[in-house]
């Protein structure tokens, strides 16, 4: 069975950081392209950072460059993104999202993915 699960979400004082996971069952993650996506209250969901198969290419919003990295440990086949510098804007509710085209690239666009993780909220609160 597919399936994509996260963890890491939280609440986290402005200028904190946190690490989200999403742990991938059912195939590998190294051949496909993985994406991190947002969704505030109110807002449409927004794509936060992408990584091409096996992470050849990757690509930031404007809004976290600089302070998001995303990355995946092909070991434990899981998608990770770093958070760090954190601001009351990032809050929102975080998706990783698998685009499962064999050797695909790196896209922020929603519906180009096909399989998506449950959701974890962050917080950026003081």
């Known amino acids: 069975q597919l399936q994509l699960v996260e963890s890491g979400g939280g609440l986290m004082q402005p200028g904190g950081s946190l690490r989200l996971s999403c742990a991938a069952s059912?195939?590998?993650?190294?051949?496909?392209?993985i994406g991190w996506f947002r969704q505030a209250p109110g807002k449409e969901r927004e794509g936060v950072s992408c990584?091409?198969?096996?992470?050849?290419?990757?690509n930031y919003a404007d809004s976290v460059k600089g302070r998001f990295t995303i990355s995946r440990d092909s070991a434990k086949n899981t998608m990770y993104l770093q958070m760090n510098s954190l601001k009351p804007e990032d809050t929102a509710i975080y998706y990783c999202?698998?685009?499962?085209?064999?050797?695909?690239?790196?896209?922020?666009?929603?519906?180009?993915?096909?399989?998506w993780g449950q959701g974890t909220q962050v917080t950026v609160s003081s």
């Open positions: 999202a698998v685009r499962r085209v064999y050797g695909s690239r790196c896209t922020m666009m929603t519906y180009e993915y096909d399989y």
């Open positions: 990584a091409s198969a096996r992470s050849v290419h990757t």
């Open positions: 059912g195939f590998t993650l190294d051949y496909y392209a």
